[in-house]
């Protein structure tokens, strides 16, 4: 089954830029989307189709991809970014969707 | 809005099973798929499946197929997700997740409030 794969933790200091890989062999035809979770509540978009930000999403959240590889970046993190972040795509098919395993991103 | 409102926590024994309803306002039901998703604690999203309102159309991760029935009643605007054969594993909270559609593409957009279902003799 198709599988998407993220690092499991990244610390960054207050201010600082944070990267969150996500690899993936479909992500050079299919579209990454990323998804924000504090602890206890339901996931929250961040960013679709690779590099779209939702309305409401501060401009510190972008989006990139390239090959096999999309990345979730931070710029100037803030210590409310503090939360789990879970890559979305759909295998070559496009039929069936999975999760990558999630980051755990630390800022302090 | 658009709201999903899923039924409340549930506990079962081994070797049952567990139906879990997602009642969707505020949009046209049939017009949006519903994926199911979901995190056993301390553990990451898991994409169970999908199921098109309109048609009844489903499809399921592989890891479920066989154990895992997707329907809905549209005449009340709610959608069901089925597990049988329950076991310690699949303690967890479940997800309905209604899809939102840009661009030709689809995602996940509209979440429910979370079930937790427990298995446990």
């Known amino acids: 089954s198709y599988e998407l794969t993220q690092p499991p933790s990244v610390s960054v200091s207050p201010g600082q830029t944070a990267r969150i890989t996500c690899s993936g062999d479909?992500?050079?035809?299919?579209?990454a989307y990323w998804y924000q979770q504090k602890s206890g509540q339901a996931p929250v978009l961040v960013i679709y189709?690779?590099?779209k930000r939702p309305s409401g999403i501060p401009e510190r959240f972008s989006g990139s991809s390239s090959g096999t590889m999309a990345t979730l970046t931070i710029s100037g993190a803030q210590v409310e970014d503090e939360a789990d972040y879970y890559c979305?795509?759909?295998?070559?098919?496009?039929?069936?969707?999975?999760f990558g395993g999630g980051t755990k991103l630390t800022v302090l | 809005q658009v709201q999903l409102v899923q039924s409340g926590a549930e506990v079962k024994k081994p070797g049952a099973s567990v139906k879990v309803s997602c009642k969707a306002s505020?949009?046209?039901?049939?017009?949006?798929?519903i994926n199911w998703v979901r995190q056993a604690t301390g553990q990451g999203l898991e994409w169970m499946g999908w199921?098109?309102?309109?048609?009844?159309?489903?499809g399921y991760a592989q890891k479920f197929q066989g154990r895992v029935t997707m329907t809905r009643n549209t005449s009340i605007s709610t959608a069901y997700m089925e597990l049988s054969s329950l076991r310690s594993e699949d303690t967890a909270v479940y997800y309905c997740?209604?899809?939102?559609?840009?661009?030709?593409?689809?995602?996940?957009?509209?979440w429910g409030q979370g079930t937790l279902v427990t298995v446990s003799s």
């Open positions: 979305y795509s759909t295998d070559s098919s496009g039929n069936h969707k999975v």
């Open positions: 199921m098109n309102p309109n048609s009844g159309n489903t």
């Open positions: 997740a209604r899809a939102y559609c840009s661009g030709g593409s689809c995602y996940p957009g509209y």
């Open positions: 189709e690779d590099s």
């Open positions: 505020g949009y046209t039901f049939t017009s949006y798929d």
């Open positions: 479909a992500l050079p035809k299919k579209y």
